[in-house]
């Protein structure tokens, strides 16, 4: 008599998939371009991976359903995450989305910056120089102010 096939149960590890997709996106092409009609003329619209990251960020934030869609701005992708039930925590934690400032602008703007925590005083976030995310100290060995720390309750252990 056959035996019976004993039914696997998976579940999925939320947590460990969704850092193991930040840390393998190292040096990968896939958010360099995104691109869109602007006065009906095609354009690379986050400039060869110059404008990346929010891009980066929320893509990642998308396939584990912790955010509603991409985004292409900082201000976009911070709105979402609000929405989202993310919350600003003070000190950072492993997964933690970092929102960074490194210029103030006379008219009162800023250039935002934003990447993930990772642990050990790192976190990964596109460089713009190179269009591809990278590895690098989490407040740019102090280059750049640390504005908010967001942290979502699903990716506690």
């Not at 992708?77 to 039930?85: A, I, P, R, V």
Request: proline residues 2%; charged residues 30%.
């Amino acid at each position: 008599m056959p035996r019976k096939k004993k039914k696997e149960v998976v579940v999925f590890i939320t947590k460990d998939s969704y850092l193991a997709a930040i840390k393998n996106s190292i040096n990968t092409h896939l958010y360099r371009n995104f691109y869109a009609k602007v006065n009906n003329k095609r354009e690379d619209i986050v400039k060869n991976g110059e404008l990346s990251c929010a891009y980066f960020v929320s893509s990642i934030l998308v396939i584990f359903s912790l955010i509603e869609g991409i985004h292409l701005t900082v201000n976009g992708t911070e709105k979402d995450l609000k929405t989202s039930g993310w919350k600003k925590i003070k000190k950072p934690e492993i997964g933690c989305v970092l929102i960074w400032v490194s210029k103030k602008y006379k008219d009162g703007g800023a250039h935002r910056h934003m990447g993930f925590y990772i642990g050990k005083d790192k976190a990964i976030s596109n460089d713009h120089q190179k269009g591809t995310p990278k590895i690098h100290h989490w407040t740019f060995n102090r280059g750049r102010k640390v504005e908010s720390i967001f942290w979502n309750r699903e990716l506690s252990s």
